[in-house]
């Protein structure tokens, strides 16, 4: 990379999310990646709308359904698309995410995925409850209300 390069930015959104659920905990999370996944990911080929993320029985969060494709110029050491990767947080996180998801039955969800300034790969997760067909229906009518002060 030359001086004059400058960086690209990775942000990854699961924009599906906030219309399925209701966020109540934000955290960032590392990801352990095999060799060719960074480089995927670099190039933007990541899929989070359908990912979620459980526990084993060792109390480690692993995320699931999330779609980073194969590397464009991996050869046959290239990763699996669609493989279960372990989620990397402190222990006081790991045991407040355990016992909210258990106890009052909550889904921990992918929001983002993003590679901060030292170039490791990060994905913010959220402590959600799924939304009622009336709340996603309240929720448009305040987008449409919002939307149509801002244009008067």
Same mark, same amino acid.
């Given at each position: ?84 990767? #372990? !989620? ?5 996180? &790991? +045991?407040?995410? *355990?016992? /909210? ?30 939304? #009622? !067909? ?5 929720? &448009? +009518?305040?987008? *449409?209300? /919002? ?6």
């Amino acid at each position: 990379m030359a001086k004059d390069d400058k960086p690209v930015i990775i942000n990854i959104k699961n924009r599906r999310a906030s219309h399925e659920y209701t966020f109540l905990a934000k955290y960032d999370a590392g990801v352990m990646l095999q060799g060719t996944e960074i480089k995927s990911i670099r190039e933007g080929n990541v899929n989070l709308t359908d990912g979620y993320c459980t526990f084993d029985h060792k109390g480690d969060l692993w995320i699931h359904s999330i779609r980073i494709a194969p590397y464009s110029l991996g050869t046959y050491n290239n990763h699996d698309a669609m493989r279960a990767r #372990k !989620l990397l947080l402190n222990k006081r996180e &790991l +045991k407040q995410l *355990a016992g /909210k998801s258990v106890d009052q039955g909550l889904t921990i969800i992918p929001l983002r995925l993003f590679v901060t300034d030292r170039g490791f790969a990060k994905i913010e997760i959220a402590l959600a409850q799924g939304k #009622k !067909l009336f709340d996603k229906r309240n929720d &448009l +009518k305040e987008k *449409a209300q /919002k939307r149509d002060m801002e244009r008067m």
